[in-house]
Each structure stands twice: as structure tokens, then as C-alpha cells.
């Protein structure tokens, strides 16, 4: 399959599903997580960090300052970023869709906890590693956004009960949210036409939805500009980033 290919299809999809993974967040200065230094200059998180040190239930349990600081900040670092033409594009697309073919044409999927996507204009995704500028109380549950990064001093409390709240993620060994997961299967399982742009593919179950897509006849057009272990499976891979794949892709000229 070649470019004007995908492109067609993607115009002529009744049903798209698109998952985007920390790449997608790169241009607007987000760091990704497993980039040695993007095309920014910004290493990855897990460059320079553990992830078991930072964002795992036992490093919170042991050191929740710590893990909280690092959320903290990451929350004051996404707050005063902007959405980028990627997201935009993802936006428009879904806009697109939806007009043309009505409710059920067009499902975002999310690794990102960043909560850009809705910022650009899109419905609320499907998150499946939650968001970080919520907090989930440890006794009840209840989630809330947290405080505006000026007046945020970490642990936030819930209003509810009192008690102290987590990051609202999804960290290393706990399980995603069922009722989100499902949501995203059913919606890869009926895609015309998929899209995976900036994620490594190398986080399950996430990384392994496209697939439900290409088992029942449909196609997926990788953006990245890196090959992933998924690039070997996929309709066609697109080798760029996000927002300039997205363009040539949806026949944009911005
Ligand atoms: P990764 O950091 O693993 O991968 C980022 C991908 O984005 C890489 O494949 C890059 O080649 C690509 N990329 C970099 N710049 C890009 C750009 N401008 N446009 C498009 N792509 C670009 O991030 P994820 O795949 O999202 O999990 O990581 C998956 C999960 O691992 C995250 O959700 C997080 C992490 O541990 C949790 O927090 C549970
Ligand atoms: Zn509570």
C-alpha cells in the first residue's frame, strides 16, 4: 500500500479508530518516554529515569513525595503547554467523521495522560492510562482535577472524604480501566481504518489493539518516524512526525 492509498481509504472509512502514544505530544515540548533525545532536544522520561522508581504502586507506597513531586511537575510542564498541529489534525479528522457518518464513525484512543487531545478540540478520548491532571482518592475513589499549578502543593486531599488522593494513571503492573479498555477493543474490532501514530507499540494491551483491526479486514497506517515492532504488520507505515504524517495523510496543506 502506498500513500495515496491510505489516504483514500482514510477518506472514504466509515468507522476510524486512532491511538496516539507520547510522539503525538513531542512537538508541543512534552517528553516522550522511551526516546533516547527527540527530535526536540528533549531526552525521555525513562532515558532518566526508572520507571519502577517513579511510577509503579510500590515506589508511591514507599516514597509518595517523590513520585508525587515528579507528577506534580509533569502536570505544571503539560498545563503550560499547547496542543500542536497533530493534535489539531486528530480534531479535525474526528469533526470530519462525524459529520459525514455520524456518532459512532470516529473513537480517539489515548496512551497519553496529558489531557491534549480534549485541549485541541477533540471529544473526551478514551484514556487508557488515566490523566494526570486528576487525582484519585486512596479510601474512595472519587477522581478530581487537581488544584491549578499555582496553588498546588502536592498531595492534594480529596474534598470528599479528606483523604489523600493518587495520580488519576495508570502505573507499571496495575491493570487498566476495564470499562475504557472494552470500549477501545470494540472500537478497533469495527474500524474501517486505523491509525497508530507516535507510540512505540511496545506497551500491551495498548500495542496490541491494532491488530483486532487488521484480523478483520480492515487496514492500519502507522505514523512514526521510527520503525516499531509493530511497522512489520502494519498496511502502511508513514515515516514522519505526527503532524506532518497527519497532513499528507488527510490531504492538508497546513
Ligand atoms: P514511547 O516513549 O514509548 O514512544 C514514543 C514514540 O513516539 C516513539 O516510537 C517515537 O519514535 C515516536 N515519536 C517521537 N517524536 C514523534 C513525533 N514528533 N511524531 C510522532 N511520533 C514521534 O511512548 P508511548 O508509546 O506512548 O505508560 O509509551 C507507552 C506507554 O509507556 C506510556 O503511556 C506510558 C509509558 O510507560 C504509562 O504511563 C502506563
Ligand atoms: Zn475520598
Known sequence: MDLQQAAA??????????????????????????DALNENGLAGHWARFKPQDLASPEAYWRDPETVWDWYAGRYRDVTAASPNAGHALIARLERRKLAQHGEGAFTLVTQNVDGLHLRAGSRPPLELHGNLTHGRCEACETVQPLPAPETFVPPPTCTRCGSRMRPNVVWFGEMLPQDVLEAAQLAFERADVALVIGTSSQVYPAAGLAGETLRRGGTVTEINPDETPFTPHASFSLRATAGVGLAALMGEQD
Open 9 to 34: 481509504l482514510l477518506h472514504a472509512a466509515r468507522r476510524v479508530v486512532v491511538m496516539t502514544g507520547a510522539g503525538v505530544s513531542a512537538e508541543s515540548g512534552i517528553p516522550t518516554f522511551r
